[in-house]
């Protein structure tokens, strides 16, 4: 995997200000145990002692070190446990006063044996989650916000039932699909119109994959499309530069969410970035998720037979129907 030397940086920033408030929190506990039992902080001091003296009679000639060695060990154990004994009488942990990690793999650092920690992974994920998802600011939309009252209860003959058990069906299936995302998993398309709840399922599912760990990139049609034209056309070689930064964490990111598309200017170029964009994560196995009004004979139209051919026969399609639920929080006042 290549990494964005950038969002890489970010990350080792991340870990190392959790390392720093570790130590912070540990100096913290010390202080607070030494003032209230003085007996622990001469423990702790004869212990280091102790250690001193042991790491020099290890390389001592001396013809009774391993006497004495067997003899401090005694006595370094028996401090350990009065230790022990007096953070317990206060109700604490025997390591509360021991290092602390956030990951106790690699201690903090973002580096164990093998090379990069698999936490340093976690963070440059989450850091490029946070980069790429212009959608995902502060709205905190959660699956647990979901009010399917906003949705119609009356049958109708048109969809066989209604469309509070459509979306029912729907919000179960968002729901399940990021509890259990994964490379095997299907990419999918939300069809309907306006307010139907298209843009806050999405959200939620970007929010819960983005947690597992795994990078996400959220962004609307026009502005992702917008740093294809922008990589290609710009004559800004920063800005050039910038846009082709995001324009391969679109293509590589584990979960894309292409928001309203349709609403972008269609241009043969934009349609060719679009058609790159599904064929390179398909090709890759990468998951997507678009949103649009459009129909099947509309995207055929906009796009073209090789995008609306990829859609139908490579994407799983859930259809969000109802009335706009922004309309119906206004007549409501909410």
Known sequence: MAYNAAILSKARANIARRHEEN???QERRTRSVYAREPRVRAI???LRRQMAELCALTFSREPDARDKITALREKNMAMQRERAGILRRYGLGEDYLDELYSCPTCHDTGYDGAGMCECLRREYKAELTRTLSGLLRDNGETFADFDAGYYSAERSP????SPREVMG???ETCRAYAANFSPGSPSLIFRGGPGLGKTFLSACIAREVAAKGCSVAYESAPTALGEFETQRFSRDAAEAESAAV???EYLSCDLMILDDLGTE???SFTVSALYQLINTRLTASKQTIISTNLSDE???RRY???IASRLAGEFELLTFVGSDIRRIKKERGE
């Open 169 to 171: 069906l729907v919000y």
């Open 298 to 300: 509309e995207i055929a």
């Open 23 to 25: 130590l912070a929190e």
């Open 44 to 46: 702790d001091a004869a």
């Open 158 to 161: 048109e969809l066989g039932a």
């Open 246 to 248: 995001k324009v391969r």
């Open 265 to 267: 200017m269609a241009t």
């Open 304 to 306: 073209g037979g090789q």
